[in-house]
């Protein structure tokens, strides 16, 4: 139990290291300064919301009889506020977008190399044969 | 100054670490594009929080931002997610 809390108690600190960092980047724009305890109030809050959301997404996962969270579960869970689903509509096809892509680069990199590796065989046999 | 905004992000480790570890099934998994979502939403979390902090310590005429500013803003944040 000790050790279960150890490692919650490090997941904080790294949701409080990003958080403190957004918040200090977003403050700057507006001109104003953060005191500590407002970052480390907004940075607790996120981590329990972050618990909301995931016990949320769990439950929707499970509704639609699947084990793995997906996109949709997300876009579900921001649908709340317009302008926040929409963003998220839009952040999903982007990530979409860039998967595809990578994937046309692997497919085209697997392609490559399996005609190198076949070059690479020829060369082989010509000089056994040689041999 | 956008641009500079862009490059704070959540890490995706430990945003999948968070999921799992509040997931009540160990069999729960979650997609790659799930995790970087995720890390999407706790980013706009933490940028409303802060922007409604600061405009509550402008209404109020504060030069900083103090935790009575964001427990003012709280409950309605908590609703609007």
Partial sequence: ?131 | MAGQEREVVFKKVTVSKLLMLFFKDDKTKVSNDTVSLMAEMLRIFVIEATRRAVKQAENEDCLGVDLEHVEKILPQLLLDF
């Fill in chain 1, 1 to 131: 139990m000790d050790e279960k809390e150890a490692y919650t108690q490090r997941l904080k600190a790294a949701v409080h290291y990003t958080v403190s960092k957004l918040c200090q980047s977003t403050a700057a724009d507006c001109e104003k300064e953060m005191s500590k305890q407002a970052v480390a109030a907004i940075a607790e809050t996120t981590f329990r919301q972050c618990e909301i959301f995931a016990k949320d997404l769990e439950a929707f996962a499970r509704h639609a009889k699947r084990h793995t969270v997906t996109v949709d579960d997300v876009k579900l869970l921001a649908r709340r506020s317009t302008a926040l689903s929409s963003h998220i509509q839009q952040k999903s096809e982007e990530l979409a977008i860039n998967n595809q892509e990578l994937k046309e680069k692997r497919k085209k990199n697997a392609a490559k190399r399996k005609s190198k590796e076949m070059e690479g065989d020829e060369a082989d046999e010509a000089r056994e044969t040689e041999n």
